[in-house]
């Protein structure tokens, strides 16, 4: 029988090219959803201890931090205000990667300006410490920084 097509052959040619004897195929196994069983070498066994403390609830009490709920932040240091929101941004991220602190970037509708602002703290006096160190870190950068008191 001849073939008119080259075609027909290669098609023919890639029908049979899988096919092989029985011996020659390989059972591909669907991926179980259980994790494998990893034989533990001789010798090499594992054993867990869990220990306790027992402490009295009053020395608990004491030892405890406080509640984040119980902190009032009220102060952060205002590092600028800007009309330009892409700037702001700049100065936010520059902020934030300098110091590792929360940093805001708030929109004052009234004054139309992006306020950044960094840190959070709970005295006047922190907030104040902390303005300090950034002007003698980077003078030109926050000559104009101010502590900022939060509305309750």
């Known amino acids: ?3 008119r097509h ?4 290669a098609l023919i040619a890639l029908a049979f090219s899988g096919c092989g004897s029985s011996g020659d195929t390989q059972e591909i196994e669907a ?3 259980q994790p494998p069983v990893m034989k533990q070498p001789p010798g090499m066994e594992f054993e867990t201890k869990t220990d306790t403390i027992a402490m009295e609830k009053s020395r608990v009490d004491s030892l405890a931090r406080p509640h984040p709920r119980d902190v009032e932040v009220r102060y952060m ?3 600028g205000a800007f009309k330009d929101p892409h700037y702001a941004s700049i100065v936010q991220s520059t902020a934030r990667d300098r110091y590792h ?3 805001i970037n708030d929109y004052n509708t009234t004054l139309a300006l992006y306020q950044i602002r960094l840190g959070f703290f709970e005295t006047r006096e922190a907030a104040s410490a902390f303005r300090q160190r950034l002007l003698k870190e ?3 950068d926050y000559k104009d920084a101010w ?4 509305k309750r």
């Open 147 to 150: 502590v900022v008191q939060l």
């Open 6 to 9: 080259a075609g027909s052959f």
């Open 31 to 33: 991926p179980s959803s």
């Open 101 to 103: 602190l929360p940093t």
């Open 138 to 140: 980077y003078p030109a």
């Open 77 to 79: 240091v205002q590092v």
């Open 1 to 3: 029988m001849r073939l």
